[in-house]
């Protein structure tokens, strides 16, 4: 029986979201009192040698925190993903982060040859980073172990639902996949699947992964670093840094500093009170937090009691003091540039007196609004979560809800946000934030939204049915189908009080050049990084070739 797990799916601009906005109550109260507690950081004794070469030749990356493992069929946990996907391991198809499409990559095509079956080209000429050759017999074996298993990948239960694929090879450059009912965006599917040779471990996960990557793992000191160093007998294009050394911290003053020291050429996560900074670029990364409100148990079973919470949260409050302004109100999970996006939801209007009203209405019919919610969150989830946990309190505690804060650790809030969720804990209300790279809101509503989806607590059979119906669907129909059953969702069920959709804020050094997308945040790909020199000559060659073509054709 195979398990499910949870996700976690432009270029950049100097523009920051959310600067000029008016200052509410909210605002005032939090940029006089919690900002307070953010205090100052150093980089606590961190030196070059720790962070690894300085010599120009070593892309050196400062993360959040450790990858739990580098195993592929993991990697679309964040963690693992920002390390893994592009760099140790390819998938057979790509998503292009800006324009949405798929483009060939260890697949060199793909055809819908029947309604149920897709057939892909495997691209000849590839090996392993072991020196095995690459062929269709490696991705049915990948495909397998990452699907069809008893892994329990991460993979598996994200993107397929636990569905059996049916894979076969044709010959060492082609394969099918057959899937048990139509599925139109299976080649979309299948670019979470990161290939591995047939001689991968199929008991067990592994420590260090094979791939087809532009880069091998050369070491990983446990708590200390990550190493990886060049394929160079990569199919593709040579990235430009022969090695590349991932390190982590925890605190996001301490990566920032590492950056302004010259301890590290790129950091993820940066505090908002960075983003003036010269060293740093804001960019969307399609994530999006919100309250998920356990509809199992009162007063949250109320749907008064949950619209009530919706109407309490200042959106735009939390993102300008908390969030630094790199945010945006959300009024839906699915962030914009994703199929099924709906542009004409608006964030619910901030308005505490109708928010109370409803509470005193629902406990007048004898709910039980004065039970204790408990408020779950993360820490280091994203910069500013403890104060926005919060603000949150304090927001819920004026419209007359009781509400305190648990502020937790990862594996703590992974058994409140993955099923099977916890039994006789009272009512949760959970702070996610959900990141949908894979640009379909299938990916968001088959996890967040079905009844007994593997992040949703509760749900409607007339949300499940149109579900199920907007999958089958392509094109324009799809969009319209998952866009209005989006604002269902809204109307009827109101399981989630939206926050935001999150821009995120990285760390560069001037000695690099990196253009940050929608994925970086889960899938940096290191082969897109270069010196700043090498970069520069080649921008400064390509301005001149207009000036020296006009030349040329005047002599």
């Excluded at 390819?90 to 324009?99: F, I, M």
């Excluded at 928010?355 to 408990?374: F, H, S, Y």
């Excluded at 990862?410 to 959900?434: D, E, F, K, N, S």
Aim: charged share 25%.
């Amino acid at each position: 029986m195979k398990s499910s797990a949870s996700s976690a799916p432009s270029v950049s601009s100097d523009a920051r979201p959310g600067r000029g906005r008016s200052r509410t109550l909210l605002t005032l109260l939090l940029s006089g009192t919690m900002l307070l507690s953010g205090g100052c950081a150093v980089a606590n004794g961190d030196s070059a040698g720790d962070a690894g070469s300085a010599d120009g030749r070593t892309l050196r990356v400062v993360l959040t925190q450790e990858p739990p493992t580098l195993e592929p069929c993991e990697s679309s946990l964040t963690a693992t993903g920002v390390v893994v996907r592009s760099n140790i391991t390819e998938p057979l198809v790509e998503r292009d982060p800006t324009s949405g499409e798929l483009r060939p990559l260890l697949a060199t095509g793909w055809t819908q040859t029947r309604p149920t079956t897709w057939t892909f080209d495997i691209r000849p000429g590839v090996t392993f980073q072991n020196g095995d050759r690459f062929d269709a017999q490696d991705a049915a074996f990948s495909i397998d172990r990452a699907v069809n298993s008893d892994l329990a990948c991460n993979v598996d239960g994200y993107v397929f639902g636990d569905e059996e694929l049916d894979v076969r090879v044709v010959g060492p450059t082609r394969l099918t996949v057959t899937t048990e009912k139509p599925d139109p965006i299976l080649p979309l599917r299948l670019s979470f699947v990161e290939i591995v040779p047939r001689t991968t471990d199929t008991e067990a996960k592994v420590r260090i992964p094979v791939g087809t990557g532009p880069y091998a793992v050369q070491s990983w000191q446990a708590g200390s670093a990550i190493s990886l160093t060049r394929n160079e007998d990569y199919w593709g294009e040579a990235p430009a840094y022969p090695r590349a050394r991932y390190v982590w911290r925890g605190d996001a003053s301490v990566r920032a500093a590492m950056i302004d020291k010259g301890e590290a050429d790129i950091a993820m996560s940066l505090d908002p009170m960075d983003a003036e900074k010269k060293t740093t670029v804001d960019y969307p990364n399609n994530e999006t937090t919100a309250l998920r409100l356990d509809g199992r148990e009162a007063p949250l079973d109320d749907l008064r009691v949950r619209r009530a919470i919706g109407m309490a949260v200042d959106r735009e409050g939390i993102a300008d003091a908390l969030l630094g302004g790199l945010a945006e109100p959300a009024a839906q999970l699915v962030p914009p540039g994703v199929v099924g996006h709906n542009d004409a939801l608006e964030p619910t209007p901030y308005d505490v007196d109708a928010a109370r009203a409803l509470i005193e209405e629902a406990a007048a019919d004898g709910v039980p609004t004065g039970r204790e919610i408990t408020l779950v969150a993360r820490n280091g989830q994203f910069a500013g979560i403890a104060e926005t946990a919060e603000a949150l309190q304090y927001e819920l505690g004026r419209i007359g809800l009781k509400v305190k804060v648990r502020m937790a650790d990862t594996a703590t809030q992974l058994q409140y946000q993955l099923r099977p969720l916890p039994r006789g804990v009272g009512p949760i209300a959970l702070l996610i934030m959900h990141g949908n790279q894979a640009g379909d809101a299938a990916f968001t509503t088959s996890q967040y939204l079905l009844s007994d989806g593997p992040q949703s607590t509760f749900g409607t059979a007339e949300l499940d049915r149109r579900i199920a119906a907007a999958g089958g669907l392509s094109g324009a129909a799809r969009q319209r189908a998952f866009a209005g059953l989006l604002a269902h969702q809204n109307a009827s069920v109101a399981q989630y009080a939206y926050l935001a959709h999150m821009r995120g804020l990285l760390g560069l050094s001037p000695s690099v050049r990196y253009r940050p997308n929608s994925a970086t945040g889960d899938e940096m790909r290191l082969a897109d990084v270069s010196p700043a020199k090498a970069a520069d000559a080649a921008d400064a060659a390509k301005a001149a070739e207009p000036a020296r073509a006009a030349k040329e054709v005047r002599h």
